[in-house]
């Protein structure tokens, strides 16, 4: 794997330049000023008002499965900060998926995508997967694109969108362009109204209350070193960047995964990788034993650690001040067609 990743190639900036576009402007006015993390966009989806639209729409519809019956929005649920409270997923034959799934909040600040491969650097190559996963099945795409890309071309809603969102083409749907809409949409899915974005990036140092503040202080301590792996703004970025490439198909591989966003656990429950955590308290005391069995492959970081029970309140206090109701109910990235706009344009 390559050790650097572009933010923004050289020929997006003079697009955007040339259209008088700002890339990030779609973004950046909804992420507080302190925040440094870097942005990455994938420079072949530029983003604009109307693949969004489209995108969101796609999300939330039962057709983007080959029996429709599930949606993106069937895993990825707002309620649930875009998870759906299940261990596993459940795909369009009943399958379940092969981990939990992650919220979907906060992409543009992430560099690595999906549990257990390194090679996917953006949402836009990730959306292969539940699309075209064929073992086991998510939405059931694989040899059935044509059939399925037939029930967008014969809505005239969709039919609308599609040559708003991608205008000048013949023939605007396509696999591609669902996939730069979807992914358009998810990419706004935005998530700074924390209890500890108030007090880190606003300065309003009333409001995490002692309890949150120590569990802070613990969080960034020497003989716990949670920070050394979650850290930067969506707290799932470790202090060691440059990793080889890899991928649980491998025996070397097992029991390595992606470190996972801390943000929302409130509402994102259950946790780790396969979602066997119920509970935050069994998290902490997973690592307190020394992370979870099998111990191959175990990062040295993970050595295990002692706390009190006044310690662990204050830990999971501190992980729960990191939750962001607003993003449960914004409208913005809300079921468009619980609105009722587009029911006229409904097809069999």
């Not at 069937?74 to 299940?86: G, L, M, N, R």
């Not at 990788?273 to 308290?281: F, I, N, P, V, Y």
Request: glycine share 4%.
């Amino acid at each position: 794997m390559k050790k650097w990743i572009p933010i923004l190639s050289l020929f997006f900036i003079l697009a955007c330049h040339k259209t008088r576009k700002d890339p990030f402007s779609f973004y950046r006015h909804l992420v507080p000023a302190r925040v440094k993390d870097s942005i990455y966009l994938n420079a072949s989806n530029p983003p604009s008002a109307e693949k969004i639209k489209l995108g969101r729409y796609l999300f939330y519809d039962n057709r983007i499965s080959v029996n429709n019956t599930k949606a993106c929005a069937s895993c990825h649920d707002p309620k649930f900060s875009f998870t759906d409270s299940y261990r596993r997923s459940i795909g369009a034959y009943g399958d379940l998926t092969e981990h939990n799934a992650p919220p979907l909040i906060n992409l543009i600040f992430n560099r690595y995508f999906t549990a257990a491969d390194t090679a996917l650097h953006f949402p836009e190559q990730q959306i292969n997967n539940p699309m075209f996963h064929d073992q086991p099945v998510e939405l059931g795409w694989k040899r059935n694109e044509e059939e399925m890309l037939k029930r967008f071309r014969a809505n005239t809603f969709y039919g609308q969108q599609f040559k708003l969102a991608f205008p000048g083409e013949k023939d605007p749907v396509s696999v591609k362009n669902i996939q730069q809409s979807i992914t358009s949409f998810i990419k706004t899915i935005l998530s700074f109204q924390s209890a500890y974005d108030d007090y880190f990036y606003r300065d309003k140092k009333n409001a995490l209350n002692e309890s949150a503040v120590r569990g802070m202080q613990l969080f960034q301590s020497s003989g716990l070193k949670c920070g050394q792996c979650h850290g930067g703004v969506n707290f799932n970025q470790p202090v060691f960047q440059s990793l080889p490439h890899f991928t649980t198909g491998l025996s070397v591989d097992s029991a390595k995964f992606k470190v996972p966003t801390l943000r929302n656990l409130a509402f994102t429950a259950p946790y780790l990788h396969d979602g066997s955590a119920e509970t935050l308290l069994r998290v902490i005391e997973l690592y307190e034993a020394g992370g979870q069995a099998p111990v191959n492959n175990k990062h040295p970081f993970i050595k295990g650690f002692k706390l009190n029970s006044q310690e662990r309140n204050d830990l999971l206090s501190f992980l729960l001040s990191l939750s962001d109701s607003s993003v449960l109910k914004n409208p913005e990235y809300a079921d468009p067609f619980s609105e009722g706009e587009t029911k006229k344009y409904q097809t069999p």
